[in-house]
């Protein structure tokens, strides 16, 4: 997936954002198939099951069963055709996650190789703010951050000032 690329600055800006925030006395459900960063919190830590590479669209099984204290979702609600859904059906009250940002200057992302690596959905942060109050969830907390690349032109210049990543620390609204 990340074909000789490993997204060093993201994964540490959002484990330091975790960490600040969750206790390693929490269970959490991540959700997607394990992958680089749901290993990075275990060896932090943390107690973390993920999903099971179920469609979350039309499959809330696990959502439902597991025991889980936090729900953590890192860029993937972008994937998914009905995220508010998803959003209401979680037991947890605490939800930490991030999208990467929409940005003006590149369509939206699309695998011709592989139908799970798709954005459906392209968010601004209000739209995703939007989504989450909708769905019953206050932020608490929020951050964005760039994710500049070393590359040559026009599009590597502006990420290096235009926020890539938005992360947000959300509760269940009682």
Known sequence: MYEN????KRYKHTIEFLESLISKKETILDLGVENPFSKIMKERGYEVKNTNGEDLDLDHSTLKSEEYT???A?????????????????????????IPMR?????????KTDK??????EFEDWQFDWLLEKAGWKIIKREKFTNPVNKIGIRPLLRKF?????LVYAEKVK
């Open 103 to 111: 940005l003006w200057f590149a369509p939206a992302y699309r695998s």
């Open 74 to 98: 890192f860029e993937i609600f972008e994937h998914l055709l009905a995220p508010l859904e998803i959003l209401r059906n979680l037991k947890s009250d605490k939800l930490v996650a991030s």
């Open 5 to 8: 690329t490993f997204p060093n």
């Open 116 to 121: 799970w690596d798709r954005h459906y959905h």
């Open 162 to 166: 235009t926020p890539r990543y938005y």
């Open 70 to 72: 936090v729900t953590t």
